[in-house]
Nanobody, 122 residues
Framework: QVQLAESGGGLVQPGGSLRLSCAASRSTLSSGARAWFRQPPGREREFVAAISWSGSSTNYADSVKGRFTISRDNSKNTVYLQMNSLKPEDTAVYYC???????????????WGQGTQVTVSS
């Protein structure tokens, strides 16, 4: 397992942008895939986006396609989530996860960060 630390959350107005970062304690190919999940208030945690170790493969939840972009800088052991055109329904605690493969379900990931709050409100 690796330790993950998210940052970059905050309060933003509808239509605004935020960039989340997820720094890993070490680089490892066995847990090289990364993903972002989120948990809206009163709801279950849900998949947002995932990226492979090389960055050549990504996938997104339908609700964020065209608005969010996941990327990574392996020289910094960091993954990013650029969020544009934010909506109130994007309000949630956002979690970073690490695993072997860039899947869209929680069971594929064995390391999790503590989460960072994103609030979209006017």
């Amino acid at each position: 397992q690796v330790q993950l630390a998210e940052s970059g959350g905050g309060l933003v107005q509808p239509g605004g942008s935020l960039r989340l970062s997820c720094a890993a304690s070490r680089s490892t190919l066995s847990s090289g895939a990364r993903a972002w999940f989120r948990q809206p208030p009163g709801r279950e945690r849900e998949f947002v986006a995932a990226i492979s170790w090389s960055g050549s493969s990504t996938n997104y939840a339908d609700s964020v396609k065209g608005r969010f972009t996941i990327s990574r800088d392996n020289s910094k052991n960091t993954v990013y989530l650029q969020m544009n055109s934010l909506k109130p329904e994007d309000t949630a605690v956002y979690y970073c996860a690490a695993g072997v493969r860039a899947r869209d379900y929680e069971g594929a990931f064995d390391s999790w960060g503590q989460g960072t709050q994103v609030t979209v409100s006017s």
